[in-house]
């Protein structure tokens, strides 16, 4: 299967790809002596071979150029691995074997009520018991005016009758 190549000179503009060219032959040059260069010292070596003006705006862009180009690079190589995973999974053969033949059973299945009904009972008690438990647990509400009394050390000067659910009392 032929290789696949990609053009990454699409992306950028033809002064874009000069530049970034000659950074690359900046690069190598000073690679070449065993030296490891930073953004800044490549910036400094295009200034001093008269490639671009030595102020901030054209570092700025010097900057995002090369990260614009190690993005797309990025890019590429992550496309092409994926591309190289879907080359090699392809090329593999499946293997399918039936294990077992479907059949249809014999009589019809229904659900049988008595367990349904019996184990919904259940969990509807265990249910009730859990919430019961629960809110009784984290209810802090003061019932009695001797707990009032208790827990706040203060004195209580009076208290309002429960009448239980009927708002208006029936003589």
Not at 64 to 81: R, V
Not at 115 to 120: D, E, L, R, S
């Amino acid at each position: 299967m032929p290789k696949r190549v990609y053009n990454t000179r699409l992306h950028f503009g033809t002064e874009t790809q000069w530049l970034l060219d000659r950074v690359v032959e900046t690069v190598e040059e000073y690679e070449e002596m065993g030296f490891v260069m930073t953004l800044r010292q490549v910036y400094y070596q295009l200034v001093r071979k008269a490639l671009i003006p030595n102020d901030k705006h054209e570092y700025n862009r010097l900057k995002d150029d090369i990260q614009n180009a190690q993005g797309d690079y990025e890019g590429k190589k992550d496309e092409l691995k994926r591309a190289r995973t879907a080359e090699s999974v392809a090329e593999q053969q499946v293997f399918l074997s039936q294990l077992d033949t479907a059949s249809l059973p014999h009589k019809p299945i229904r659900p049988i009520l008595w367990i349904n009904a019996t184990v919904g009972g259940i969990v509807a008690l265990l249910l009730a018991l859990s919430y019961g438990f629960v809110a009784d647990f984290y209810d802090h509400r003061f019932k009695t005016v001797e707990q009032a009394e208790k827990y706040l050390e203060l004195p209580v000067l009076g208290s309002v009758h429960n009448l239980g659910r009927e708002i208006i009392v029936r003589k």
